[in-house]
């Protein structure tokens, strides 16, 4: 256990989690605008590859970063006309714009770089830098510094400037209303199909400054499909979340760090004791978590349900640890290595449980997916 929980973890959980933040908040602008925004996944691969393939180039990150972006917010202006303009299906249209940049990467990529698998190498100056390459020689470079990337701090600064947009100005209330009542912010003078394109357009910005971080600032070039279903965790975030930016955060920095724990194991000898130990605990887990649902514990908040049960497991545990000690150790079960198929699986067995868990505490935009025609 120890050779998994170390700071290490703590840096790689910030590492993971911040594509999936940008995304996610991304997904917050357009839903709550009253747009299913599906395509995140795609929009993520659009910009991982534009890029990735400026950055090249140009031999400038922050050219490629910006070329992410707007490439990001092309790609979802599209998907804002065929929905709101065209009124087509958003799950459809988000859908094919995911199978579409599955296969368009690798063929543009084969006609600009003759490989249809990945991008060449970026150089590691050419990267985005670390936090300790802005600041001073003569500062101390803690680790904090040099493990984490500007773009890790950009999003944290994202989830700020949201918060504040969404709930503090105009522009965040209007965007609220129309994925509420469209009819009632339209009389109130609200253009609801312009705040809607705006929704929309800043998702697909934000997804692909998301991509970009993938491709030259986690990585150092674009491989095929390297969103890897980010941009679905990010979508089971943004519902974890209940839209709203810092919960969603949160959401996505838990998905972090299941991503994060599976780095960490693989490789790693694990004890077929502590397998059994967590065995324990995750049954003790889910059968308090329905008890207590039952009972109606803490007014069937089932966050704070979750974190009762959760404690109990913890106790759960030991007591079964202490118990078992002796017979265990009697038995001298050597450690054995888990298949990486399984390890691998980790992240998203979490989305799915977390999902089945709180998603009917999660209430959506009233207006969501529906498109909006306005009378005449």
């Not at 991509?211 to 070039?221: E, M, P, R, V």
């Not at 059968?287 to 049960?309: C, D, G, P, Q, T």
Request: proline content about 5%.
């Amino acid at each position: 256990m120890r050779q998994i929980l170390t700071i290490s973890l703590l840096f790689s959980t910030i590492r993971l989690a911040t594509p999936l933040v940008l995304a996610a908040l991304g997904g917050l602008y357009s839903e709550r605008s009253g747009v299913i925004n599906i395509a995140l996944e795609g929009l993520m691969l659009a910009g991982a590859f534009t890029a990735a393939s400026v950055t090249y180039y140009a031999q400038n990150p922050w050219v490629g970063l910006g070329a992410a972006i707007l490439a990001g917010a092309a790609v979802a202006f599209v998907i804002a006309f065929a929905c709101i303009r065209c009124k087509a299906d958003q799950v459809v249209t988000g859908t094919g714009i995911n199978i579409l940049f599955i296969g368009l990467p690798a063929v543009l990529s084969g006609a600009m770089f003759l490989s249809s698998g990945s991008t060449p190498q970026i150089p590691k100056e050419h990267l985005l830098p670390t936090l300790d390459r802005l600041l001073p020689a003569f500062l101390p470079h803690w680790r904090i510094l040099t493990d984490v990337s500007v773009i890790s701090l950009a999003a944290l600064l994202v989830v700020v400037v949201t918060s504040y947009v969404l709930y503090r100005t105009p522009f965040g209330l209007r965007l609220r209303s129309v994925g509420e009542n469209p009819e009632a912010a339209d009389a109130a003078g609200v253009r609801v199909n312009r705040i809607r394109y705006i929704g929309v357009v800043m998702s697909g910005a934000l997804a692909g400054l998301g991509g970009a971080y993938l491709s030259i600032g986690q990585s150092s070039l674009f491989t095929r499909n390297m969103a890897a279903g980010r941009g679905f965790i990010a979508l089971a975030a943004l519902i974890f979340g209940k839209w709203r930016p810092v919960q969603t955060m949160l959401a996505c920095l838990l998905f972090g760090f299941a991503d994060a724990i599976t780095i960490q194991l693989q490789g790693v000898p694990v004890s077929i004791v502590g397998v059994i130990q967590v065995a324990v605990g995750i049954v003790v887990l889910l059968i308090v978590w329905v008890i207590l649902h039952r009972v109606s514990f803490a007014n069937r908040n089932r966050l704070l349900e979750f974190l009762a049960a959760l404690a109990a497991a913890i106790v759960a545990c030991g007591i079964f640890s202490l118990a078992t000690r002796g017979y265990f150790a009697r038995l001298a079960i050597a450690p054995v290595e888990i298949p990486v198929q399984f390890i691998q699986m980790i992240p998203y067995l979490v989305t799915i449980v977390m999902l089945a868990g709180f998603i009917g505490q999660s209430r959506a935009p009233k207006s969501l997916g529906l498109p909006y025609e306005k009378e005449r």
